[in-house]
């Protein structure tokens, strides 16, 4: 099992901010791409908090997201500090990969050919 050290961002009252690292972004935007591309996905919004950093996916820009991806630093060491979220707010999916984690996503992109 390995681990990611967070880097926090200082924010604009000079709290640390959690944010995702460029390497978790390639990974992110490499999926978003790929739905962008099916037709599934239109637009994303990027929310850097003091605790939680969110990946928000949306259909289209005036709605709620379809979905949250969130990272966590402190369940780093119990759940895992990924965690993809419904539109309800259930969670999908959690763990310490955030390559697995995706994973309940990219079933998406699965069809069926006739």
């Given at each position: 099992m390995t681990f990611q050290s967070h880097s926090p961002v200082p924010g604009p009252g000079g709290d640390e901010?959690?944010?995702?690292?460029r390497t978790e972004l390639s990974v992110i935007l490499s999926l978003y791409?790929?739905?962008v591309a099916a037709g599934e996905w239109r637009d994303y919004g990027i929310s850097c908090l003091r605790e939680?950093?969110?990946f928000s996916v949306f259909r289209r820009s005036a709605e709620?997201?379809?979905y949250r991806i969130e990272k966590r630093p402190k369940l780093r060491g119990k759940q895992g500090q990924y965690a993809v979220l419904g539109m309800d707010g259930r969670i999908l999916k959690r763990g310490?990969?955030?390559?697995?984690?995706l994973r309940v996503l990219?079933?998406?992109?699965i069809r069926a050919v006739e």
């Open positions: 901010q959690v944010a995702f690292h791409g790929r739905m939680v950093a969110v709620n997201p379809l310490h990969d955030l390559k697995s984690v990219e079933r998406k992109l």
